[in-house]
């Protein structure tokens, strides 16, 4: 999601002066140049939408389009266009095209297209807030009402009924939790710092009862963003018990390098649980691909996106003891 | 401890059953009260002593948030526990709240909520006191020498209270089970 009210003019500065004054709500950023432009766009700075004049070499729309997100819109607005800049523009991937010389006042019309595009997402990103936030008020507090009275049940009888309504009930946490998490961020954001990898293992896999997390090796500093690497490995932990059970043992360590001539390391997480058929190993990151009837379909989907976010790999292939062993590569070392 | 000593626990949830599973949590350390609305809260608060008040967000009527607002204005002195399904947000860093659970809570999570604030309670506690000890250390340095202080009996008795309540405070905040909590309060002292 963008930073609200911003947004980018590239183009000459009086043409930039005229559009600012004439946009509603939002601060209208000015640079005369592309390569300014797309310096402009940091992790701080990810405007709502960007206009940008086409003049090279010093304004290239085209060279805008390949370097912006593609979750910017970009509106193509030449001071001297033609119908096949308008095509090869909006088939390089602008969202609109403007041509500001065939309007009466063509500040005022880019001034009107900014407006209606930053209004836009406004919108939608209202109604996912407020999605959000009825997704998780209404859906988790009948959970925990449901939670409530099964303690309060278990006080008056024992029953084995009772603890598959509690594992359902966690299921169904597990399942609003993810999709709390999914709508809250379309696309996952890292922040990438140093992370003790011992400490983040140790405190993932603190009171899981049932099962044993051995580490064997070593484990070191690595780049990441810790609560992300949390719901990583909570994720896979929580995959292997749930299909391993009781008893399931989780080994935990670094891959040694072949050659050792990187700052990258290798990790894995193997379990002794029933392990993943060859040819399910690539649905498996699949959101909505679930390998057992009470699976949810997300958890794995999730360990997929972070990886990604991290810039990291994930594979998985069959452990020693005959389960699952995911392994992930190209981890830097801090 | 003895029945005189037990803390006393406000629950307010407007969802009896959820109302009385956290009753049936904390029951066995804690005298326990329970009111399933706002207003019924504020009343009770009106007449009696309580040390922690765990309390429901978004409840019909009175909100915990208008009730905790109340609480705040009124000087109450007592710790305050939010138990609620709303996400945190922003907002909650004016809260004048001492802890803030996300529904749904398990028995574990309750408890060391309830006893995480008591410990910040006890703690804040021991800071003033030392505070004020440490005032009066102060002016007295201040006003002898070493040498007089030294044969002065009700002196070296206050120093030796300093001594053991550092101590304590640096116990207190090693029983934050949180690392990084415990850290901060080392800091502060």
Request: glycine content about 6%; charged content about 30%; aromatic content about 6%.
């Amino acid at each position: 999601m963008g930073s609200r009210d911003l947004s980018l003019y590239i183009g000459p500065t009086g043409m930039g002066s005229q559009i600012e004054a004439a946009v509603e709500s939002t601060q209208l950023v000015v640079e005369e140049t592309t390569a300014a432009g797309v310096g402009s766009l940091d992790d701080e700075t990810s405007p709502d939408c960007i206009v940008t004049d086409h003049d090279p070499p010093e304004r290239d729309c085209f060279e805008l389009l390949e370097a912006v997100p593609p979750e910017i819109p970009v509106v193509l607005a030449p001071s001297g266009g033609s119908s096949s800049l308008a095509t090869r523009g909006l088939r390089a991937g602008a969202e609109t095209y403007l041509d500001p010389t065939t309007c009466e006042d063509g500040a005022a019309a880019i001034a009107a297209e900014i407006n209606r595009i930053t209004a836009e997402r406004y919108r939608n990103d209202d109604r996912i807030e407020r999605f959000t936030s009825l997704v998780s008020h209404e859906l988790r507090s009948p959970i925990q009402t449901a939670k409530s009275g099964l303690d309060l049940a278990r006080t008056e009888c024992d029953s084995h009924y009772l603890d598959n309504v509690a594992e359902t009930i966690d299921q169904l946490d597990q399942l609003i939790d993810n999709l709390v998490d999914e709508l809250k961020h379309d696309e996952i954001a890292v922040e990438m710092d140093a992370v003790d990898l011992a400490a983040v293992v140790e405190e993932t896999w603190a009171d899981r009862t049932g099962a044993t997390l051995s580490v064997e090796s070593e484990l070191p500093t690595i780049e990441a963003e810790r609560s992300r690497l949390r719901q990583l490995l909570d994720n896979v932990f929580r995959n292997s018990v749930k299909h391993g059970g009781d008893g399931t043992t989780v080994r935990i360590g670094v891959i040694e390098s072949q050659d050792g001539s990187d700052d990258t390391v290798g990790l894995y997480i193997a379990d002794n649980g029933p392990g993943i058929e060859p040819d399910r190993r690539e649905d498996i990151f699949d959101y909505g691909y679930t390998g057992s009837a009470n699976g949810t379909g997300f958890g794995l989907a999730i360990v997929s996106e972070i990886v990604e976010a991290f810039d990291w790999e994930i594979s998985v292939t069959e452990s020693g003891d005959g389960g699952a062993r995911f392994e992930l590569h190209n981890v830097k070392e801090f | 401890m003895t029945e005189e000593d037990r803390k006393t626990v406000l629950i307010v949830d407007d969802e009896e059953m959820v109302a009385e599973s956290y009753e049936l949590y904390l029951q066995d350390d804690y005298e326990t009260i329970v009111e399933l609305s706002g207003g019924a809260a504020l009343m009770e608060l009106d007449q009696r002593e309580v040390d922690l008040v765990l309390i429901d967000r978004r409840m019909p009527g009175m909100s915990g948030d208008v009730v905790v607002d109340h609480i705040d204005k009124w000087d109450m002195d007592f710790q305050v526990v939010m138990v609620t399904a709303v996400d945190p947000d922003i907002d909650i860093i004016d809260m004048p709240c001492d802890g803030y659970l996300t529904k749904p809570v398990s028995e574990d999570e309750l408890v060391d909520a309830v006893e995480r604030a008591f410990l910040i309670d006890h703690y804040e506690d021991l800071i003033a006191e030392y505070n004020q000890l440490s005032e009066k250390y102060e002016v007295l340095t201040s006003q002898f020498s070493s040498r007089e202080l030294s044969n002065k009996k009700r002196f070296t008795e206050l120093e030796a209270q300093m001594e053991e309540m550092e101590a304590e405070i640096a116990d207190t905040a090693a029983q934050f089970s949180d690392s990084k909590l415990s850290d901060a309060f080392s800091r502060l002292h």
